[in-house]
């Protein structure tokens, strides 16, 4: 190989390698995406965590959809088993809601021989994800009230098994 063509690939080679880490967001682009993110009133794929509840209590959850004190809407949620030794031991679990939830709405948790759960107050949040190669933002549902406890930069609801008497 000659030394021109040598020259040429290192050149090039070098040129993609540095266009990686050009993915900076200009002032103008995060705005507007903050402004679009602020104005999303629905989330969408939510993944819920359940922790202290044994595989064998129970296989889903009853989900009420309440607008103030009307219900509009209810539908089960499967909830994954624990399936690894940690999990298991650690009595975790999760869940991805398949719809489109409205941030406007109460959302009610009723979990077996638990009182239900109430998720609301839902905002979307801008929220940077810095990579070896970048900046990006992601929009996200999280703030919300999870029993009247706030959760600021958390984007899973979890629910905590209640101790029983």
Not at 126 to 142: K, L, N, Q
Request: with cysteine.
């Amino acid at each position: 190989m000659t030394l021109l063509k040598k020259s040429a690939i290192l050149f090039l080679s070098l040129t993609a390698f540095t266009a990686c880490f050009n993915n900076s967001w200009t002032e103008d682009e995060r705005k507007t995406f903050e402004t679009t993110c602020h104005q999303t009133d629905s989330v969408e794929n939510l993944v819920c965590l359940f922790y202290g509840f044994d595989n064998s209590e129970f296989d889903s959850v009853l989900i009420k959809e309440y607008k103030d004190s009307t219900l509009l809407d209810s539908f089960k949620l499967v909830v994954n088993p624990a399936q690894s030794p940690s999990d298991i031991k650690r009595k975790e679990r999760s869940a991805t809601i398949p719809k489109k939830l409205s941030i406007h709405n109460s959302y009610h948790f009723i979990i077996p021989s638990q009182t239900p759960y109430v998720l609301d107050n839902m905002n979307m949040v801008m929220w940077a994800h810095f990579t070896m190669s970048g900046e990006d933002w992601g929009c996200v549902m999280g703030d919300y009230t999870l029993d009247s406890v706030r959760f600021e930069h958390s984007s899973n609801p979890t629910f905590i098994k209640r101790l029983t008497k």
